[in-house]
């Protein structure tokens, strides 16, 4: 029964995680197969199979770190969760601007604070635990990865 108590931190770090993903896909999925597949892509742009398992395993990475950092006992813990929970607002708020509100220019922009905001989360993280900020580099590439796509998308359309 321990086990399991002390299971529950971190499904709820994953699960807060995940439910990010989750609002995001419902408010991408018309979009995901209406509007983006009228817009001129690079030829680099991943096949649409590809983002949904890569975002599940990021969310997943994001939640062990994000509780591996709350766990860690450092005394500057309570401080690496803000980053963090900006850093999950603002990779809800990118859906919503690129794919709901259908605005690539507004979400480039803030991709770009995205990134910053990871950035941000992996130094106080590294702080409390290394660990958890090295669990956030996929995240980080991914997000680089992802921002030089939107920004390739708004000046191809």
Not at 38 to 66: C, D
């Amino acid at each position: 029964m321990s086990r399991l108590r002390s299971a529950w931190p971190l499904l709820a770090f994953i699960a807060v995680c995940i439910g990010v993903g989750a609002s995001a896909s419902w408010v991408t999925a018309q979009s995901v197969s209406v509007w983006y597949p009228t817009l001129i892509k690079p030829v680099w742009n991943p096949p649409a199979a590809v983002f949904g398992p890569v975002w599940t395993v990021l969310y997943i990475l994001m939640g062990i770190a994000g509780w591996m950092a709350w766990t860690s006992g450092s005394a500057v813990r309570r401080k690496s969760m803000t980053p963090f929970a900006i850093q999950l607002v603002l990779n809800a708020v990118w859906s919503f601007l690129f794919f709901g509100m259908r605005q690539p220019g507004w979400a480039a922009i803030e991709i770009i604070l995205l990134w910053l905001a990871i950035v941000w989360t992996v130094m106080a993280f590294r702080k409390v635990r290394a660990v958890a900020a090295t669990l956030l580099l996929p995240y980080l590439l991914w997000v680089t990865f992802a921002a030089a796509l939107n920004i390739t998308i708004w000046q191809l359309n």
